[in-house]
């Protein structure tokens, strides 16, 4: 029997305050189920049916063909630089914003949410404004033979920009909920900075972590407008997956085209598994953790 029967009859209510009639619950579960069909899973559909339309040797010959090869280690070779790079400022800045107090903290906030509020080709324009040949970088650049636009580094540039608030949003708000207790105990024991992070902070945090990370990296692999802008579309060089399918899809060539999307049409899959995944051992953990603090 429950130690608390005041607090299960509350829940008890609020289950009941929840419950809608049955045909309101079949007709949200409808819409629901109709969005994911029109929106979610006939496109997919799609892309493997256009991408398997001449069979499996022309699929994987899509995918071997040098263009479609350089393109996939291009955006691989990209969101290995942008994704580690995010993760680090996501720690740190998620870190400063829920365990301190200081000026600007509404500001910093504010920025970090800025690329969702800015369109990518905006974000790619300003890129160029910089560190293009006319920009305010540029002669500086060109004068030490260093090349940011057209070419890898300014790619990186482009989606580190538009993916770096991802990491960072997911861990703020499990920080602001850990608090700082346990952190604080830790220091009057003795602990430095960095047994502190990885022995106390790091087990709360990891699944928001590794959530963050999931989603940096599928935005990283599929960006497309900042890096059109940045790259110059230079075949072969400068081309992600995403570039090279509107090079593809362009030429009319789709059955190629739809090939080399299936691969971000997979990873679309696979994050969203994974995605679920998390979330799952998100809430198996949540009651173990529950348990262990009544211990306490």
């Known amino acids: 029997m429950s130690g608390n029967p005041g607090g299960s009859l509350a829940a008890v209510r609020g289950r009941r305050a929840l419950t809608e009639p049955p045909l309101v619950q079949v007709t949200l579960l409808a819409v629901t189920v109709l969005f994911l069909a029109v929106f979610l899973v006939l496109p997919l559909v799609a892309v ?17 063909e040098p ?22 400022f996501g720690l740190a800045a998620s870190w400063a914003i829920a365990k301190f107090e200081f000026p600007g903290k509404g500001t910093l906030l504010t920025l970090i ?14 890129f160029v404004l910089l560190f293009g040949r006319q920009g305010a970088l540029g002669p500086w650049l060109a004068d030490h033979d260093l090349k940011v636009i057209f070419a890898v580094p300014g790619i990186v540039l ?54 963050g990370v999931i989603l940096c990296n599928a935005r990283a ?19 992600t997956i995403p570039l090279h399918v509107e090079i593809l899809y362009n030429e009319y060539n789709f059955q190629a085209a739809f090939a080399v999307a299936s691969l971000l049409a997979f990873l679309a899959v696979a994050t969203l598994v994974a995605k679920s995944i998390v979330e799952w051992r998100v809430r198996q953990a949540a009651p173990r953790d529950e348990r262990l603090e009544e211990a306490a």
């Open 113 to 126: 949410d800025l690329p969702f509020a800015v369109s990518p080709v905006i974000s790619g324009m300003i």
């Open 158 to 211: 482009a989606t580190v920009f538009v993916t770096f608030p991802f990491v960072a949003r997911e861990l703020i708000p499990v920080m602001q909920a850990l608090g700082n207790e346990e952190e604080e105990a830790a220091r009057v024991l003795g602990a430095g900075g960095w047994q502190i992070f990885y022995r106390v902070t790091l087990p709360h945090i990891k699944w928001g972590v590794l959530y």
């Open 67 to 88: 263009d479609a090869w350089k393109a996939i280690r291009l955006t691989l070779l990209t969101a290995a630089i942008a994704v580690p790079l995010n993760l680090v």
């Open 48 to 64: 493997f049916t256009q991408a398997f339309e001449k069979g499996a040797g022309a699929y994987f010959a899509a995918l071997r």
């Open 221 to 239: 692999m599929g960006e497309f407008g900042a890096v059109s802008v940045v790259s110059g579309h230079i075949r072969g060089l400068t081309n």
